[in-house]
């Protein structure tokens, strides 16, 4: 069975940086699609970045465009989430999720594996 632990959250500034990491075991980490998703209070869990079992094809939403990054790294079996310019908005539980196959995806439903999430929360 997938694992998926997330580290690295924190409080961060506005306009700071911070970096979120997600460890995978259990299976091959390069056969499976990772995602980064959040959730804020009252909100629902929206999509925030996507990257298939090989880079370099991601996705973002677009109101991260030009200011997070998601990467992995194979040899690690990681997937990490680089985010800049953190703004206020940004204050959310951020999850990490793994589905099988190499093409990257962006519905939540069509992710098999999550993880418990990690706090980031941005302040003035």
């Known amino acids: 069975q997938v694992q998926l632990v997330e580290s690295g959250g924190g409080l961060v500034q506005a306009g700071g940086s911070l970096r979120v990491s997600c460890a995978f075991s259990?299976?091959?980490?390069?056969?499976?699609?990772m995602g980064w998703f959040r959730q804020a209070p009252g909100k629902e869990r929206e999509f925030v970045a996507g990257i298939g079992g090989s880079a370099p094809f991601t996705a973002y939403r677009d109101t991260v465009k030009g200011r997070f990054t998601i990467s992995r790294d194979n040899d690690k079996s990681t997937v990490y989430l680089q985010m800049s310019n953190l703004k206020l908005e940004d204050t959310a539980v951020y999850y990490c999720?793994?589905?099988?196959?190499?093409?990257?995806?962006?519905?939540?439903?069509?992710?098999?594996?999550w993880g418990q999430g990690t706090q980031v929360t941005v302040d003035s």
């Open positions: 999720a793994a589905g099988y196959g190499s093409r990257l995806i962006v519905r939540s439903d069509q992710y098999e594996y």
């Open positions: 259990g299976r091959t980490f390069s056969s499976y699609a």
